[in-house]
């Protein structure tokens, strides 16, 4: 028999900023179903079921850890219901529809030699305070079984298609040549039939069985240049992507330029009409200097932390949502559109930005809604390979002097202020903000920039991760 607790103590995995994640070497069959075991005795102190949901990404390594995940499943009595590769979203919602906990095999958009679980309780996505009952399970268990090929069910697909079918006119499209940059995106057998559905032409761009990290956040110049040459070779109005486990968006305008997370947030709630939004400290302060939300809270990165502060929101405003600077947008509470309920959905999705935001652009290009904003331009990237140690260290030392820093990036300025929510945030005397943070998935530091023109917050990246680099570690 093994104990719950020492098998996640001795693995290495660690909770990230959505969902535990490793390397795939860590995540053997034991601790696999250790998560699982203990995630499930978790919920069963606040709920009462008898299935689990299971899904994964397009990742070599995900089938076998699904197995071992419903081997698990099955050692408490419970039945593991199947859905295959379906985009994070899709299972979130089918698990809010029939009241039951889920469990998604991914590692979002960090390569394909990791990997990661996240959990979903019957009720929507865990809180951090379930991490930590997580983590401290002292449940027994024994050694996982092999039990064979588990059988796909579509219920998971088929409920996530008709949640926006049902949602908008079939003709919401028409007219529209729309391109879907499939590659290993755990959604790219969805996309196209929805957009089809939709009224749109859709084409499909660049589908391959390799896996391919998208990081919405930090698009690869091989992935821009992609773009603007699909925009100009078949005059595309718009082209959709997402990351590996489709909850984060990636939008390209009619010129193959892609959008900022952010910014398809921004656009995305005030098609929605939505009053008050969390979003995370990273994104663009243009949210709220566009004045169209009455409230914009700031968090912690990482959907958790949006979500806990939905419940500071729900008194006193009757439309709720948010989103990371990612793109990834949440739905914290159920609204009217079309005539039509749409059901909140208080996780990662990457289907309503993109209708909304085409939705918009119905009489107009893409990049005309962009115009309407203020002037705030955000660009972010990361150096990978950056120990977490030494990403530390480097804001341990920025937080108690901050000038000192920006002197030695040799940034000309002097520092306005500071916010030390998550990472450190400093905002300059120029009207430049440089947010340094480790990542809480891998051995990342990244960098967040703001200025008022996109080739300057371009630049300021640039600099500050050269010469962050060039530090003596």
């Not at 949901?53 to 219901?81: F, H, W, Y």
């Not at 499209?173 to 039939?193: M, N, P, T, V």
């Not at 997370?261 to 243009?286: H, Q, R, T």
Request: proline share 4%; charged share 25%; aromatic share 8%.
């Amino acid at each position: 028999m093994h104990k719950v607790r020492d098998i996640l103590a001795e693995s290495g995995v660690k909770f990230g900023t959505s969902g535990a994640r490793g390397l795939v070497s860590q995540f053997t069959p034991q601790v696999c179903a250790a998560f699982t075991l203990a995630f499930l005795r978790v919920m069963q102190r606040q709920f009462d079921f008898s299935e689990v949901a299971i899904a994964i990404d397009n990742r070599p390594s995900s089938q076998t850890m699904a197995e071992s995940c419903a081997s698990a499943v099955q050692q408490l009595g419970l039945k593991a219901r199947y859905y295959g590769v379906v985009p994070t979203p899709a299972l979130a919602h089918l698990s809010m529809e029939k009241a039951i906990p889920a469990i998604m095999v991914t590692g979002s958009h960090i390569p394909f030699d990791r990997n990661g679980l996240k959990f979903y309780r019957p009720d929507g996505e865990i809180s951090k305070e379930d991490e930590q009952a997580i983590i401290a399970c002292d449940t027994a268990f024994d050694q996982p079984t092999a039990i064979g090929s588990l059988v796909r069910e579509e219920e998971a697909e088929h409920r996530y298609i008709e949640r926006y079918l049902s949602l908008f006119p079939t003709d919401l499209l028409k007219g529209k040549r729309i391109g879907i940059y499939e590659h290993s995106s755990a959604g790219r057998d969805i996309y196209h039939r929805l957009f089809t559905a939709l009224g749109a032409e859709a084409i499909a761009l660049e589908r391959t069985e390799e896996f391919v990290p998208i990081d919405t956040e930090a698009v690869s110049e091989q992935d821009k240049q992609k773009a603007r040459d699909w925009a100009r070779q078949y005059q595309f109005d718009a082209i959709f992507s997402t990351d590996g486990d489709g909850d984060r968006p990636l939008i390209a305008d009619e010129h193959g330029e892609w959008l900022r997370g952010d910014i398809l947030g921004l656009l995305c709630s005030k098609a929605l009409g939505i009053e008050a939004l969390a979003v995370p400290v990273s994104c663009n302060s243009a949210i709220e200097a566009s004045g169209y939300f009455k409230v914009v809270k700031r968090t912690r990165i990482g959907s958790p932390y949006v979500i806990a502060e939905f419940s500071s929101l729900q008194s006193g405003y009757s439309s709720i949502a948010g989103f990371e600077a990612n793109g990834g947008y949440l739905l914290g509470s159920d609204l009217h559109i079309n005539g039509k309920e749409l059901r909140a959905l208080p996780t990662r999705d990457a289907l309503l930005p993109a209708l909304m935001l085409l939705a918009l652009a119905s009489d107009k290009p893409v990049s005309e809604l962009l115009t309407q904003l203020p002037n705030r331009y955000t660009h972010s990237d990361r150096l990978q390979g950056f120990a977490t140690e030494r990403s530390q260290a480097l804001i341990a030392d920025a937080t108690v002097a901050p000038q000192r820093l920006i002197d030695r990036l040799r940034l000309d300025a002097n520092v306005a202020a500071t916010d030390v929510t998550d990472g450190l945030r400093i905002s300059l005397d120029n009207g430049n903000v440089v947010h340094l943070r480790p990542s809480g998935n891998a051995p990342e530091l990244r960098c967040y920039a703001e200025s008022t023109q996109l080739a300057s917050a371009i630049e300021l990246v640039g600099q500050v991760l050269q010469r962050v680099e060039a530090l003596e570690a």
